[in-house]
Nanobody, 121 residues
Framework: QVQLVESGGGLVQPGGSLRLSCAAS????????LGWYRQAPGKQRGLVAS???????NYADSVKGRFTISRDNAKNTVYLQMNSLKPEDTAVYFC???????????????WGQGTQVTVSS
């Protein structure tokens, strides 16, 4: 019912930049939060940044000042601009949608397939 498709990952040198995009389609409710998580090999998935519809963004401390999350509600698309990339940013980046069905009082979580970001010389 909901599909999230990421794009924009790749290989970049330290100090470089990438912009990730995630397009959501299907039954998108108005009360929702779009975000990005990442998972490095052998580690758990963790929040990078998120932004509620009509709200303010929040960031992990490790990316604050370097990454910027934004969204285009007309396109149901969320972006992650990543600047000053570091090797420790290397991970699979996953798009996330959390949305609330107010009728049944339940929040549902959806994930994209992930896109690889590798920061290396």
């Amino acid at each position: 019912q909901v599909q999230l498709v990421e794009s924009g990952g790749g290989l970049v040198q330290p100090g470089g930049s990438l912009r990730l995009s995630c397009a959501a389609s299907g039954s998108i409710f108005s009360l929702n939060t779009l975000g990005w998580y990442r998972q490095a090999p052998g580690k758990q998935r963790g929040l990078v940044a998120s932004i509620p519809r009509g709200g303010t963004a929040n960031y992990a401390d490790s990316v604050k000042g370097r990454f910027t999350i934004s969204r285009d509600n007309a396109k149901n698309t969320v972006y992650l601009q990543m600047n000053s990339l570091k090797p420790e940013d290397t991970a699979v980046y996953f798009c996330n949608l959390d949305q609330r069905n107010s009728i049944i009082g339940r929040t549902s979580r959806y994930w994209g397939q992930g896109t690889q970001v590798t920061v290396s010389s």
